[in-house]
């Protein structure tokens, strides 16, 4: 089946340095992908949606001068952490949709990068 | 606006027992549910979803969820827990207005006891 490769899967940074997750779908094109936070014991929360070869549409509440996301190609979106704070520490997930499956709604996830900001 | 609610943190079930994980939703437009797991430190994985036909789905491990829309329930189900189905399970909408972007629930913890 479909696979959504999340790379790092863990990354412990210091306050005010950068950090990227990138998201890449192995084995389909995806046109869109989908960015979410999860902080413990809470469900996901729709971060942005990044669109190939365009600007991401961002949620409400999200900073988009603090979560960089670039959509490059069809088969990698990276999101970048900004200037990381000990408050941005959380679980980020992406989820690709198949270019080719658009109608079925088929969306697959990666597995996830936990940032831990000191 | 879509929103899901999933009334319970946790479900405690014996093995062997049949298992209910209870979400209801709302959405403008038709209703696409899905439901996923997830293990610990580990990401989602989809179990099953409803889009249109059958109001009964039946999804992976053999879970299964029955889409009701005078309700507006999608309970997933299973008719015999194994400890090993203990994990946080979410349950999802969109619809066919929008950007399909999915919007979760909460969160259910399923504890299945030997």
């Known amino acids: 089946g479909a696979v959504v490769s999340q790379h790092p899967s863990w990354v412990i940074c210091k306050s005010g340095t950068s950090v990227k997750i990138e998201c890449r779908s192995l084995d389909f094109q995806a046109t869109t992908m989908f960015w979410y936070r999860q902080f413990p014991k809470q469900s996901l929360m729709l971060m942005a949606t990044s669109n190939e070869g365009s600007k991401a549409t961002y949620e409400q509440g999200v900073e988009k001068d603090k979560f960089l996301i670039n959509h490059a190609s069809l088969t990698l979106s990276t999101l970048t952490v900004t200037s990381a704070h000990p408050e941005d520490s959380s679980f980020y997930i992406c989820?690709?949709?198949?270019?080719?499956?658009?109608?079925?709604?088929?969306?697959?996830f990666g597995s996830g990068t936990q940032l831990s900001v000191l | 606006a879509q929103s899901v609610a999933q009334p319970e943190d946790q479900v405690n079930v014996a093995e062997g027992n049949p298992l209910t994980v209870k979400c209801t939703y709302s959405?403008?437009?038709?209703?696409?549910l899905f439901w996923y797991v997830q293990y610990p430190n580990r990401g989602l994985q989809f179990l099953l979803k409803?889009?249109?036909?059958?109001?009964l789905v039946k999804g992976s491990y053999g879970f299964e969820a029955e889409f009701n829309k005078s309700q507006t329930s999608f309970h997933l189900k299973k008719p015999s827990a194994l400890v090993s189905d203990s994990a946080l399970y979410f349950c999802a909408v969109t619809s066919d207005t929008g950007r399909r972007a999915l919007t979760f629930g909460s969160g259910t913890r399923l504890q299945v006891q030997p």
């Open positions: 989820s690709a949709r198949d270019y080719l499956e658009t109608g079925t709604l088929k969306l697959f």
């Open positions: 959405v403008s437009g038709n209703p696409y």
């Open positions: 409803y889009i249109t036909g059958d109001n």
